[in-house]
């Protein structure tokens, strides 16, 4: 007999803001059994209003309150409509993990913080389903950076026991996670993903982003600028470490090109950006792994020219996508949610510490019970 069902949602909203990821998932099994999947969009002046949070770094309370609840309002009807485009019914789902949209990152500081918003009592209360959420503060609360947290799901199901694998998730900042042969694990934010090149193509052509880095391959790399991309102090750090819109922003990239003596053209720094997030990926990938096996993941593994790229700055490693060891590439982080609530919910304590370097396991996120959860 098939061991019984274990569903749970995995709501997902990245650096990028291109939209909620939703993932129904089974977890009855030893790897996450995929049941549907929906990228649902946010209204226009939703998105809009979090870009100006996150380039501002400061609101009125009112603000900061508002875009909660309607960030939480989003999240739970991402989660109806792919429940009602899967035909599941609510009662069927544990629980909701949902990581919230990250609008400030501090892991450094001395009281280190991270704000996740996308109020996880309106998602309880308007979908009827548990949910289990604000992940990263307990890792931080335990010495921890808060991220990355899915290479708790690479190291869970992508793993070989005979060969190095790593697994490049390129969002609007990317990570990778190292699974060596010999047990060693791990990961960190390399830099820029997407981010950079999509807020430069959406200033110059207006669009989202760049379709397959065509744009940018009309462009030729400008040698100088990349140097003052790659002299950025966060790259040399060592792990553990994490970054995102705070750091690597539109005030940023002027202050590199301000720098320069030339500047390039639009299309030449389009095609520079592409060449940064290849270099720095490439670059801490052969650092950490000296032959095997990456496999991509996130919306940036869509950018046929920036596969090639690594491809070519990785002579010898095999790089493909981590479709063929059986995660969709573009789910894979939603599905880490849904897994981190299954762990929370069972009252499993996660090892972060060779991702985020906290201190000791964790019990990841906050549960919010569903309305008919008290008895
Ligand atoms: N065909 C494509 N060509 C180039 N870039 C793409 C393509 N498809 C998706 N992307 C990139 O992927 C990003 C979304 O990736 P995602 O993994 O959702 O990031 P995040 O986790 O930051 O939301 C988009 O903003 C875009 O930059
Ligand atoms: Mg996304």
Redesign the pocket.
């Known amino acids: 007999m098939p061991a019984a069902k274990r569903l749970f949602i995995g709501l997902?909203?990245?650096?990028?803001?291109?939209?909620i990821?939703c993932v129904i998932v089974d977890l009855a099994g030893d790897t996450p059994a995929l049941i549907a999947a929906d990228?649902h969009a946010l209204p226009d002046n939703l998105r809009h209003d979090v870009l100006t949070l996150c380039a501002d770094k400061q609101a009125p309370l009112a603000e900061l309150g508002r875009l909660d609840i309607e960030l939480g309002r989003c999240f739970a009807e991402a989660a109806i409509k792919t429940l009602a485009a899967a035909g599941v019914v609510a009662q069927e789902i544990e629980a909701i993990g949902s990581h919230g949209q990250t609008v400030f990152h501090q892991p450094n500081s001395a009281a280190p913080f991270s704000l996740q918003l996308g109020d996880p009592n309106t998602i309880a209360e308007r979908t009827g389903i548990t949910t289990v959420a604000d992940f990263r503060r307990r890792d931080m609360a335990a010495g921890g950076q808060g991220a990355p947290l899915a290479p708790l799901l690479h190291q869970h199901c992508c793993a070989s026991p005979n060969k190095n694998r790593a697994i490049v998730?390129?969002?609007?900042?990317a990570n990778i996670t190292l699974l060596l042969a010999n047990g060693a694990r791990v990961a960190f934010d390399t830099g820029p993903?997407?981010?950079l090149?999509?807020l430069w193509i959406a200033r110059h052509n207006g669009a989202?982003?760049?379709?397959?880095?065509e744009w940018a391959t009309g462009g030729s790399i400008d040698s100088a600028f990349l140097a003052e991309l790659m002299s950025e102090p966060y790259l040399a750090l060592a792990a553990p470490k994490s970054t995102g819109r705070e750091l690597f922003n539109g005030a940023w990239l002027e202050q590199r090109l301000a720098s320069l003596k030339q500047r390039p053209s639009p299309q030449d720094i389009q095609a520079t950006l592409l060449e940064f997030t290849a270099t720095t990926l490439s670059t801490a990938l052969l650092a950490g792994m000296n032959q095997g096996e990456i496999y991509l993941?996130?919306?940036?593994?869509?950018?046929?020219a920036?596969l090639k790229r690594i491809g070519e700055l990785m002579p010898g490693y095999y790089v493909g996508a981590t479709a063929e060891i059986g995660i969709d590439p573009?789910w894979l982080?939603a599905m880490a949610f849904a897994w981190m609530a299954q762990q929370t919910l069972d009252g499993i304590a996660v090892d972060t510490s060779p991702f985020t370097g906290a201190k000791k396991p964790v019990m990841l996120g906050g549960i919010y019970p569903s309305p008919t959860s008290a008895s």
Not at 14 to 19: A, E, K, P, R, W
Not at 169 to 173: D, L
Not at 208 to 213: L, Q
């Open positions: 997902m909203s990245g650096t990028s803001l291109d939209g990821d990228c998730n390129i969002g609007g900042i993903g997407n981010v090149m999509d989202r982003f760049d379709k397959n880095g993941c996130g919306g940036g593994a869509h950018n046929t920036l573009d982080e």
